[in-house]
């Protein structure tokens, strides 16, 4: 008999279970919406050219592999922050930020998670219903404390936004309100610029701490500085926050796990002694970072010519995206006879689509059409195909109804 006989099987990922049980269909029609990967047209996995000429001039240069210190790549650190709150942001030019090179978006919500967990012992952190699967997952492993507050309202397919302030309002004095930066997930519902203001005006009423998420920077919109906007515009207000950072889908780095921590203080010192105790944090869970993807992001954010070459390739990426959702929306309003309103899709943003539908009706989306997609609804519009969306049009109208 084994010893590890009381372990019992883990359930599959709400999200990376979807592709295990795309790859096993053998249905010529299926479609993988489940994972946020982006496709080409032909549905593709894609490596962006700025990244590919990057990894060039690092091999001309024949650079080493030695450790990178705890805290990272030090021009990767440097090019994050800038790209984030803008080089010429008084936070930077006062040193008032500390970053740390995380393994990816994830690796560095988990720093930062640990960061509360250790000196703001009890307090809490709330994030929006629904939000993405691993926040919680990441929260309950660092030990911190959380709940929800309202985000999404199924009768609109929109925001609740009374419901979400109202929520902010009542939470504990001093609580972390995680929020996602740009293109929320799974929704693709963003509050406009006026209710970010508002946002912010209850944050700081209550002594709460922004938690920002900001995983699609430039993905969102195609622009780097408008996707950067939520979070420059709490900046601005000199309050203190947490920016965690990915380059997962902007510069299509999945596998390499690069991303960062921020976290905006009100001086120098403050964040000098903050960016010790991240690295202190940071050394027993994983001693330092991978330094591949470090040299990819330094190397293309650094050099004027390959930064514009990344800005175009993300428009075009973003474009591509835009254009299906376009198609999602014409044909789901030109094949459905029901007369119902299908706006919502257009009105959002990002890679994903809350599609309204729920778990019985997403059921049916795999069973009988072969497309896989999360159970809460949610497709990623990057899986998506022009030539497919009329497919998908077919398949939305028949499982609704
Ligand atoms: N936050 C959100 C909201 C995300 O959607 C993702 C990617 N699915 C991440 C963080 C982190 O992804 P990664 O660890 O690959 O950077």
């Known amino acids: 008999v084994s010893r590890f006989e009381g372990i019992t099987m883990a359930p599959p990922d709400p999200i990376l279970g979807v592709s295990e049980a795309f790859k096993a269909d ?64 008084s936070v930077i030019q006062q040193q008032r930020v500390a970053t740390v090179q995380g393994l990816s978006g ?26 993405w699967g691993n926040h919680k997952n990441i929260l309950n492993d660092a030990g911190v404390p959380w709940s929800e507050y309202r985000y999404y309202d199924p009768k609109t397919v929109g925001l609740d936004f009374d419901g979400m302030i109202s929520d902010i309002k009542a939470a504990p004095e001093g609580s972390f309100v995680l929020l996602h930066g740009c293109a929320h997930n799974p929704t693709g519902i963003d509050p406009t610029p006026e209710q970010w203001e508002k946002i912010a005006d209850v944050i ?54 690069i ?23 940071a050394r027993p869970m994983y001693s330092n970072p991978p330094i591949h993807g ?18 175009a390739e993300m428009e075009l990426m973003a474009g591509r995206i835009k254009n299906v959702r376009q198609k999602l929306y014409d044909s789901l309003s030109a094949k459905d006879k029901s007369g119902k309103d299908w706006s919502f899709i257009l009105k959002q943003i990002g890679m994903f689509s809350f599609t309204g539908l729920n778990k019985a009706q997403s059921d049916n989306m795999t069973n009988k059409w072969h497309v896989y997609m999360t159970k809460d609804g949610r497709v990623s519009l990057a899986g998506l195909s022009s030539a497919k969306c009329e497919y998908l049009a077919d398949a939305i109208i028949d499982s609704y109804h």
């Open 259 to 281: 991303g960062a921590i921020n976290v905006v203080c009100s001086s120098a010192d403050a964040a000098e002694r903050v960016k010790s105790q991240l690295k202190r944090l």
């Open 106 to 131: 994830t690796g560095s919500l988990r720093l930062a998670a640990a960061l509360i967990e250790r000196y703001f012992p009890g307090a809490k952190v709330i994030m929006s219903s629904p939000t």
């Open 294 to 311: 470090a040299r990819i992001v330094a190397n293309v954010v650094g050099n004027p010519a390959l930064f514009s070459e990344w800005k």
């Open 26 to 89: 053998t249905n010529e029609m299926k479609l993988n919406l489940g994972v946020g990967a982006y496709r080409t047209e032909e549905l593709q996995p894609y490596v962006l050219n700025v990244v590919k000429k990057a990894e060039n001039l690092m091999l001309e240069r024949g650079e080493n592999k030695e450790y990178l210190p705890i805290e990272g790549l030090a021009a990767f650190n440097i090019v994050t922050a800038e790209l984030l709150f803008g080089a010429a942001n």
């Open 204 to 257: 700081q009423e209550k002594n709460h701490i922004p938690f920002f998420d900001v995983a699609y920077q430039g993905f969102a919109s195609g622009s780097l500085d408008a996707d950067a906007s939520s979070v420059r515009s709490f900046v601005a207000r000199g309050m203190e926050l947490l920016v965690a950072q990915s380059y997962s889908k902007n510069l299509g780095l999945y596998a390499e796990r």
